[in-house]
């Protein structure tokens, strides 16, 4: 297969990196120009997990340079930036390419607006990752992929892309995509939102019980935003069920509950808010398809989601300059007569 990867951030470079590596045929897009050709003659530096690598990728600058018809696109930029990119890509795509959207949030339907719904391919991202600077990327945590068609169809061209893919992390095709964008979507607006007020990786986060709270409030509404609209969500990973965390009231469900988030900050404790690292670079986040999403939904099914209306709030608060990232924002009274 012939595949474009546009975004040479951490899910895009490393992703282009290692399908590079094992032979397959792609052309990584870089926006900028001195990045493009750091990828070409010295190579992205990936460090992580995965060990220490420099892998050379062809690179170009932008989606114009690209020449002849591409079977898959990838599309790794910010969620905002999505529609364009597909756009930009039009006219190197046939009939049959496919086009991924790998941001975090639901993206597919925007993306069909533009390809169209037989092209559109959801793609969930069960690994972390991190930019330490330009050309030099961390894998901080193993995972998969899991793809599926909006249509919930599988074409041919679909598992030759699962299996170019499978060199970067395991694989997996899902008929019911949509269920598991949810799945992660909730692993984001927990961990981007919070990351993003206080400032603190994951394994910090989680030995607070403050910002336990508020985690498990995240989920506790997007489950109930989730059965409002006869959604079933597969566990997170095949692992996190959040119907079963979320079960029971009392003290012993409640140690069991902040005792498994524990973990989960034990074991991803490097992970670093996207939503952070955007803010630190002057960036804006990607709130409106994490929180914003689960509140959005509440809104139109009835359901009050008071913790995800308030952390929207406060990182557009954060982007406009009014309030700072700091631990303290954990304390805000929006969140005092959380008890999880």
Not at 37 to 50: D, N, P, W
Not at 61 to 73: F, H, K, N, P
Not at 288 to 317: C, H, Q, W
């Amino acid at each position: 297969m012939r595949i474009a990867v546009i975004g040479a951030g951490a899910i895009g470079g490393i992703t282009a990196a290692f399908m590079a590596q094992a032979g397959q045929d792609i052309t990584l897009v870089c926006k900028h120009p001195a990045i493009a050709e750091q990828a070409r003659s010295h190579g992205l530096r990936i460090e992580g997990v995965r060990g220490a690598h420099n892998i050379p990728v062809q690179a170009v600058a932008t989606v114009q340079e690209l020449s002849g018809v591409y079977d898959a696109c990838l599309i790794a930029t910010k969620a905002y930036d999505l529609e364009q990119a597909a756009r930009d890509m039009l006219p190197y795509l046939c009939d049959d390419s496919l086009v991924v959207s790998m941001q975090n949030g639901i993206c597919v339907d925007a993306l069909a607006a533009v390809v169209g719904q037989r092209r559109t391919v959801g793609c969930v991202i069960g690994w972390g990752a991190t930019m330490k600077g330009p050309a030099s990327l961390e894998m901080t945590s193993n995972g998969e992929f899991v793809l599926g068609m909006a249509g919930g169809d599988c074409p041919p061209k679909l598992s030759a892309l699962q299996k170019a893919m499978s060199s970067v992390t395991p694989c997996e095709i899902s008929p019911n995509i949509y269920a598991h964008l949810y799945s992660k979507l909730i692993v984001n607006a927990c961990i981007t939102s919070l990351g993003a007020i206080c400032g603190l990786r994951l394994g910090e986060m989680m030995k607070r019980a403050d910002a336990r709270n508020i985690f498990l409030a995240i989920i506790q509404e997007a489950m109930d935003v989730a059965h409002s609209m006869n959604l079933s969500v597969p566990p997170f990973g095949g692992k996190l069920d959040y119907d079963r965390l979320m079960a029971g009231r009392g003290a012993l469900s409640r140690l069991r509950r902040h005792g498994m988030i524990r973990l989960v900050g034990l074991k991803f404790r490097r992970l670093k808010s996207s939503s952070l690292q955007s803010l630190e670079r002057g960036k804006p986040t990607e709130i409106d398809y994490f929180n914003g999403y689960i509140a959005t939904k509440g809104r139109e099914t009835g359901v009050a989601t008071p913790v995800n209306d308030a952390l929207t709030a406060m990182v557009k608060s954060i982007e406009r300059g009014e309030l700072s990232i700091s631990t303290k924002n954990l304390s805000a009274p929006a969140f005092h007569a959380l008890r999880y």
